[in-house]
């Protein structure tokens, strides 16, 4: 899969690649024009620079290209052009797709990957740091006072008054005014939770988390939930006896 992966990323960016060498090619005939008229290689003494090097303009763009894109190959790519004036092309475009087109893509892949592993490891030292300083706060400040291990609600509105719990939390990215008004959406299915259980839904109200398909669904869900019981409770309104 990986392999594929890269092959259809290339496809995909020959077209810019294809521009990007056409730009390259432009700045070197524009250099090797001016190198050309300025050295004037024609009526230059052989052994200087000018006539070893900027005699002809086909001349001064190989120069460039080769010093200037591809300084490591360019003996390989003369010798090559020596014995063949066809295989000169053709070991050039293998050159610019092994050098510059893969190897920088194998650059920029192994960047990403290094960045993508970067933020994992951070988000898992900061949450496991987190976890580490709300578990020594609720044994140590008395709010779980049955020593259960679980969070009823009153210790979870005692824990987020806590100032140490509230810089914690906000410092995570949670948003703890909010979080008390949810107190009882998280309470309103189960009276205690584990501190796993309790980590989980605190960290979901994270403000930097994206909503997702199962936030749709799970706001769906709750929307009709609270529509039934207010159903019901109209129903058995309009169900008592006037009066009472």
Same mark, same amino acid.
Not at 119 to 124: C, F, H, L, Q, T
Not at 197 to 212: C, H, I, K, P, W
């Given at each position: 899969p990986e392999l594929m992966i890269i092959?259809?990323?290339?496809?995909? !960016? +020959?077209? /810019?690649?294809?521009? !990007? =060498? %056409? +730009? =390259? =090619?432009?700045i070197v005939y524009v250099f090797a024009l001016l190198f050309t008229t300025l050295l004037d290689g024609k009526n230059s003494e052989p052994g200087t620079v000018g006539y070893d090097s900027f005699r002809s303009l086909p001349q001064a763009m190989n120069v460039l290209l080769l010093n200037g894109a591809l300084p490591d190959q360019q003996d390989i790519i003369n010798d090559v052009g020596a014995a063949h004036f066809m295989l000169y092309p053709l070991m050039l475009l293998y050159m610019l797709l092994a050098s510059l087109t893969v190897?920088? @893509? $194998?650059?920029?892949?192994l960047c990403e990957v290094i960045s993508v592993v970067s !933020?994992? &490891?951070?988000? &898992?030292l900061l949450m496991s740091s987190v976890k580490s300083s709300l578990r020594q706060l609720l044994s140590e400040s008395?709010? #779980?006072q049955d020593g259960d291990g679980t969070i009823s609600k009153k210790e979870f509105q005692e824990l987020i008054t806590n100032p140490m719990a509230a810089r914690? $939390? #906000?410092g995570v990215g949670v948003d703890v005014f909010a979080l008390v008004d949810l107190a009882d959406y998280i309470f309103d299915q189960h009276e205690e939770l584990s501190f796993a &259980?309790? @980590? #989980?839904? %605190? $960290?979901? $109200?994270?403000? /930097?988390?994206?909503?997702?398909v199962k936030d749709i669904v799970d706001l769906r869900r709750l929307v009709v939930l609270n529509n039934t019981k207010l159903e019901g409770m109209m129903e058995e309104m309009l169900q008592l006896p006037p009066g009472e």
């Open positions: 092959v259809r990323a290339m496809a995909i !960016a +020959l077209r /810019s690649v294809f521009f !990007a =060498l %056409v +730009l =390259l =090619l432009g190897m920088n @893509m $194998l650059i920029g892949i !933020a994992v &490891e951070k988000e &898992e008395g709010i #779980d914690t $939390l #906000d &259980e309790f @980590m #989980d839904v %605190v $960290l979901q $109200l994270r403000g /930097s988390n994206n909503a997702t």
